[in-house]
C-alpha cells in the first residue's frame, strides 16, 4: 500500500514539474533541456516550454542558483529590471561536463525603447570566457568552455540608464566530436572489451 502511495504520489508531481505549472524549484541538481527563471513578470516570452525555477536575483557568490547542465543543448532564460545601482542582477553558477559553445542574446520588454525615451536596454553578461558589454537587441557567441564550474551574472546597471526592461538568454550546446574522435573511442571501447574477456 505505501508503495502505491508513492507511485501515485509521483505520477501526479511529474507532470507538475515538466510543465512548470507548480511553484518555482530552487534551480539546482542537473537540468535536462529549458528554464526560465520564475521571479520578474512577465516572464522572457522566448521561454515557453522551459521548466520553471528560481528568480535569479542573487549578488554573484552569494547563493546563487547552482546546476549542472545535461544533455546536448540547453537554454537557460531570464527577465531582469534596472531600478537603482544595486537591484536587479541576475547571477547563477553553472558546470558543464562537456566542452559547450555558450551563446548569449538578449532583447528589451515590449514598450522598453518607448517608456526610456529611445534608450533601451543595455548593460554588461559577465561570463569566465569574454564579458559582452550589449545594447538594444542582439546575440553574441561567447566562446567555448571546457569542463568546469564557472559564475555567470547579466548586470543591467553598468550602463547607467534608469529602470530598463529586457529580457536575456544563454544557449549552451554540447561541442559535436569529431568523426575521429567517435572512432577512437569506439576502438578503445573494443579494446577493454577485448581484454576483460580474455582474462575472463
Not at 512577465?42 to 546563487?64: C, E, I, K, M, W
Request: aromatic residues 8%; hydrophobic residues 40%.
Amino acid at each position: 500500500m505505501k508503495i502505491l502511495s508513492l507511485a501515485i504520489a509521483a505520477a501526479v508531481a511529474l507532470p507538475l514539474a515538466i510543465t512548470g505549472t507548480a511553484s518555482a524549484a530552487p534551480a539546482s541538481g542537473l537540468i535536462v533541456g529549458d528554464i526560465s527563471e520564475g521571479g520578474p513578470n512577465p516572464r522572457n516570452p522566448n521561454d515557453a516550454g522551459a521548466t520553471l525555477v528560481d528568480d535569479f536575483s542573487q549578488v554573484p557568490g552569494d547563493n546563487d542558483p547552482s546546476f549542472t547542465l545535461a544533455g546536448p543543448e540547453n537554454n537557460i532564460f531570464g527577465t531582469i529590471q534596472h531600478r537603482d545601482a544595486n537591484r536587479y542582477k541576475d547571477a547563477w553558477e553553472m558546470e558543464v561536463t562537456q566542452a559547450t559553445n555558450i551563446t548569449f542574446s538578449w532583447l528589451p520588454h515590449a514598450g522598453t525603447e518607448v517608456s526610456n525615451g529611445g534608450n533601451g536596454f543595455d548593460g554588461t553578461f559577465f561570463n569566465p570566457l569574454m564579458d559582452i558589454v550589449f545594447s538594444g537587441t542582439g546575440s553574441a557567441f561567447v566562446g567555448i568552455l571546457n569542463p568546469g564550474t564557472y559564475e555567470f551574472s547579466v548586470d543591467a546597471t553598468t550602463a547607467g540608464t534608469p529602470r530598463q526592461f529586457g529580457h536575456w538568454q544563454v544557449n549552451a550546446t554540447v561541442v559535436p566530436l569529431p568523426a575521429g574522435g567517435i572512432l577512437l573511442l569506439t576502438a578503445l571501447g573494443g579494446m577493454a572489451l577485448y581484454r576483460s574477456r580474455k582474462k575472463a
